[in-house]
């Protein structure tokens, strides 16, 4: 198997970020962003993707939780990008439904370098914890721009911590599921030879 590994670094006015992925690990995590929800929201989303994954965030947290969110979600997308290089033998294509309890999300991923999100739903409580509720709807996207996803995200539920947690566990599925290496492909798996 090659080394499915990357590391982003990312420094502007408002954050100092440093990522660490690899794709085919076994979830263990290091998480420090300063907004607790959202550390938990990464570790369940590394957990249950089996990527190991370290991420450390100094942001404006003085202002709101916006930069710090949208600009980990830039570095992870980034990350995901170089970690799968030329994404020889990936599976490409996947769906997930997660439940969790009241609430069910839906992620269906394709790796296909046309960066491209759609999000149908909204959150039943403005925030959780220190999270704003509509920023993971924001990290939907990012992600998607800079990892050169095309996602489409679906949401229902009563509790904005279900539904959240939900749409970060489907997404984390989703991703394991399309990253994953199939033996038989020894190319990208497109028509054009590359994605």
């Given at each position: 198997m090659t080394d499915r590994t990357a590391?982003?670094?990312?420094?502007?006015?408002?954050?100092?970020?440093?990522v660490t992925?690899?794709?085919?690990?076994?979830g263990e995590t290091t998480v420090d962003t300063g907004i607790g929800f959202f550390d938990h929201m990464l570790r369940s989303f590394a957990t249950h993707g089996l990527f190991d994954l370290t991420?450390?965030?100094?942001?404006?947290?003085?202002?709101?939780?916006?930069?710090?969110?949208?600009?980990?979600?830039?570095?992870?997308?980034?990350?995901?990008?170089?970690?799968?290089?030329e994404k020889r033998g990936i599976e490409r294509?996947?769906?997930?439904?997660?439940?969790?309890?009241?609430?069910?999300?839906?992620?269906v991923v394709d790796i296909s370098g046309r960066p491209h999100a759609v999000f149908d739903g909204s959150f039943s409580q403005a925030s959780v914890g220190e999270m704003t509720s509509q920023m993971a709807e924001h990290f939907l996207r990012s992600l998607a721009t800079n990892a050169g996803?095309?996602?489409?995200?679906?949401?229902?539920?009563?509790?904005?911590?279900?539904?959240v947690e939900a749409l970060f566990k489907a997404l984390a599925r989703a991703l394991?599921?399309?990253?994953?290496?199939?033996?038989?492909?020894?190319?990208a798996p497109s028509t054009k030879g590359e994605l």
């Open positions: 590391a982003v670094r990312r420094e502007t006015a408002e954050t100092e970020i440093e992925l690899a794709l085919d690990g076994n991420v450390r965030c100094d942001g404006d947290l003085d202002i709101d939780d916006h930069h710090t969110v949208e600009d980990v979600a830039i570095s992870l997308g980034e990350a995901f990008a170089e970690a799968l290089g294509f996947a769906d997930r439904r997660v439940p969790m309890d009241e609430a069910l999300a839906t992620v996803l095309t996602l489409h995200a679906s949401i229902d539920g009563e509790n904005a911590h279900h539904e394991d599921d399309a990253t994953r290496l199939d033996e038989r492909r020894s190319a």
